[in-house]
């Protein structure tokens, strides 16, 4: 049994206090594997985003333990948990987020040489990983010379490379059609398949139905949660 | 389904008359599913026999009033849990299940809904799966079929999640005003 790449433990978080006082998520547990595609549902102020930003360390619970790759983040200092979400955490998000005066292949390398590898070496790999996701023709062409479906695919390249084992997606289907949209999905599960974590929180069933398991939020609560194959999940 | 989890549903609010379960099921169920008077003394008969329901001696005006018993309280108590089973039957059962779970007293309409949502999630994960290990360019008719049955399954999730935000803006209607406006339905259409 493999250690989950993503733990939470008891996790709440209260926006503000006294009357005020929000409760966006309370006493929230669960786990994504390696290999395993994690998909959180729930209707608007349900703690979608809270419960995402939590798992990518950009937020600190009130109460509970975040856990990343064995790490627990209540213990580090806010520089540690920096380089630990550099390292170990991609985010994708609905509206791509790719820096448009670099190439495709420039986007993807931009973590590896943050992480100090040197630039050549960096290249290779994110062509690599380009020509792997059958997007190899597109190393070359800027953000903008790409379609949305493209740069999201890249972008969910980017949010891989190196060490990261963990992906968080935010919506990122939202501003595709519906066929693109899938596109996209496929790319993720394919990462997943191929051993990385992920979690993506998405507002279409279609696209959740993606996952390995589903989970529902309502009120900062899990209330429910699905899983398509038990145990072991075969590979499609 | 048959008629006999809805009026097990209608007597676990309060005893009630043939008569009266036939209007209140199909008002409550705004005239989704009409059912025969005979029909619903049919049922009660065997419901009666099966033990769910117990029937009072007749009124003076020699009608008999029907309350459940403790295994009737069950069935309805296991129909309220229990996914409907898409394939079984015909699929207004959900639709009359909600309507009545969100009327009933004493029913969690939104764990009613909720239940039926991860069914339906599993539902459509499995035909996410088929639907990766199809082949357009060999099997497009399949495909069309899968489809077919992923887009109902994401609409049933997606009603079932406006039916809940309804109830959670609105809140819970009241069973007795809901019954008035729908006999001024009724009287508009005649």
Not at chain 1, 109 to 138: F, I, N, Y
Request: glycine share 10%.
């Amino acid at each position: 049994m493999t250690a989950p790449v993503l733990q939470l433990l008891e996790v709440s978080r209260v926006h503000g206090d006294g009357e005020t006082a929000v409760h966006a998520l309370r006493g929230v547990s669960m786990q994504v594997s390696a290999g395993e595609l994690v998909a959180v549902m729930g209707p608007s102020g349900s703690g979608k985003s809270t419960l995402l930003n939590l798992a990518g360390a950009l937020d600190r619970p009130t109460s509970g333990e975040v856990e990343i790759d064995g790490t627990r983040l209540g213990r580090l200092k806010t520089q540690e948990l920096a380089a630990l979400r550099r390292r170990r955490v991609g985010v994708v998000f609905q509206d791509y987020n790719l820096i448009p005066s670099l190439t495709a292949a420039e986007n993807i390398c931009l973590p590896l040489e943050l992480d100090g590898m040197p630039v050549l070496a960096a290249r290779q790999e994110a062509r690599a990983t380009l020509k792997d996701l059958g997007l190899g023709g597109l190393a070359d062409r800027f953000p903008d010379q790409l379609s949305g479906g493209q740069q999201q695919r890249v972008a969910i390249a980017r949010a891989l490379i190196g060490q990261r084992k963990l992906v968080l997606a935010d919506e990122p289907t939202g501003a595709l059609d519906s066929v693109t949209g899938e596109e996209v999905l496929a790319v993720l599960r394919g990462r997943c398949d191929a051993g990385a974590a992920g979690l993506l929180v998405t507002h279409e069933p279609r696209h959740a139905a993606w996952a390995d398991r589903v989970i529902y939020l309502r009120d900062g609560v899990v209330v429910d949660g699905t899983t398509a194959r038990q145990p072991a999940r075969a590979h499609a | 389904m048959s008629v006999k989890l809805g009026l097990l549903a209608l007597l676990a609010e309060e005893p009630r008359y043939g008569a009266q379960l036939k209007a209140s099921f199909e008002e409550r169920t705004g005239g989704t599913w009409p059912v025969n008077v005979g029909q619903v003394y049919t049922t009660l008969d065997r419901l009666e026999r099966d033990g769910m329901v117990r029937a009072e001696e007749a009124d003076d005006g020699g009608r008999i009033l029907y309350s459940l018993t403790d295994s009737g309280r069950e069935a309805v108590l296991e129909w309220w849990s229990t996914p409907v089973e898409r394939e079984a039957g015909p699929r207004d059962e959900l639709v009359i299940k909600l309507a009545l779970a969100i009327t009933s007293p004493g029913v969690d309409s939104a764990a009613v809904a909720q239940a039926q949502r991860s069914a339906s999630m599993r539902r459509l994960q499995q035909l996410t799966r088929l639907k990766q290990s199809v082949d357009p360019a060999v099997d497009l008719a399949w495909l069309m079929v899968v489809e077919n049955q992923l887009f109902a399954a994401e609409a049933e999730i997606r009603w079932l999640d406006q039916v809940e935000a309804g109830v959670r803006r609105y809140g819970r209607p009241d069973s007795f005003a809901s019954e008035v406006v729908a006999d001024e339905r009724l009287e508009n259409r005649r």
